[in-house]
């Protein structure tokens, strides 16, 4: 299975959001972090802000905020979002299906339950499970100098 860009970017965008929960994010900053197109970025961030998972605020000063707590967002259903429409092979969509073998093929069926197998394992993450305590990655997103108390406790140690 490929996840499409807009499905990494949605994580990537979530992520920067966690890691700097105390503050608004602006597009460029996330863009620039995750080495990501502003235009790319800008569509998965208003789907993401109609799913209800970030908060958008206009005028200066403004951004993006995670709208729920990390705790709260399943990364499942971030996935869910964003690659529900992109068939996993050829069969599963009948309108552009050419496969001579789709009425026999049984293989339809286990990617299928593979496919659900994989969503149900990422329903179990939610996006406080991937920044959480994670100094590698809060180094990279982080907006201010200095690391959080926990990887500060980490470097210190």
Do not use: W
Request: net charge neutral; with cysteine; aromatic share 4%.
């Amino acid at each position: 299975m490929r996840l499409t860009t807009r499905t990494n970017l949605a994580v990537r965008i979530l992520m920067m959001c966690a890691v700097n929960e105390a503050r608004t994010v602006r597009t460029v900053d996330i863009a620039r972090s995750c080495n990501a197109s502003l235009n790319h970025l800008l569509h998965v961030v208003s789907a993401l802000q109609m799913q209800g998972f970030l908060e958008t605020i206009r005028g200066r000063g403004g951004g993006l905020r995670l709208a729920v707590p990390g705790h709260l967002i399943s990364i499942g259903a971030v996935f869910r979002l964003f690659e529900a429409g992109v068939p996993v092979a050829e069969c599963f969509d009948p309108e552009t299906n050419t496969c001579p073998l789709a009425g026999a093929c049984r293989l339809k069926t286990y990617i299928a339950a593979a496919t659900e197998a994989f969503y149900r394992e990422l329903d179990q993450v939610c996006l406080d499970d991937l920044v959480l305590g994670n100094c590698g990655l809060e180094a990279l997103l982080r907006l201010r100098p200095q690391p959080s108390e926990a990887c500060a406790a980490a470097i210190g140690s």
